[in-house]
């Protein structure tokens, strides 16, 4: 069965960095892109990032543009999403989740603050 098991959030403090890890198993990892979301307390999910299967594309939301890299490592089966500049509205859950899958891991939390 498909897992994917987010990890790598935690308290810190504005202007920060966490890296976020996301280890995924059960279906061919390399075959699909890979997409990280976020939701806020109280808000709807919203895309943060996506990469192509082999790696060489990239997208972001735009408030996240230059501070966040969304990377993967096929060989090892896992997403990774580099997050510099934190800010206190990046506050969220931070889920990843393949390309066209409705597949979940049960996040990993990220809180901004002092």
């Known amino acids: 069965q498909v897992q994917l098991v987010e990890s790598g959030g935690g308290l810190v403090q504005p202007g920060g960095s966490l890296r976020l890890s996301c280890a995924a198993s059960g279906f061919t990892f390399s075959g699909y892109g890979m997409k990280w979301y976020r939701q806020a307390p109280d808000r709807e999910r919203e895309l943060v990032a996506v990469i192509t299967a082999a790696g060489d594309l990239t997208n972001y939301k735009d408030s996240v543009k230059g501070r966040f890299a969304i990377s993967r490592d096929n060989a090892k089966n896992t997403l990774y999403l580099q997050m510099n500049s934190l800010r206190p509205e990046d506050t969220a859950v931070y889920y990843c989740?393949?390309?066209?899958?409705?597949?979940w891991g049960q996040g990993t939390q990220v809180t901004v603050s002092l």
């Open positions: 989740n393949p390309v066209g899958l409705n597949y």
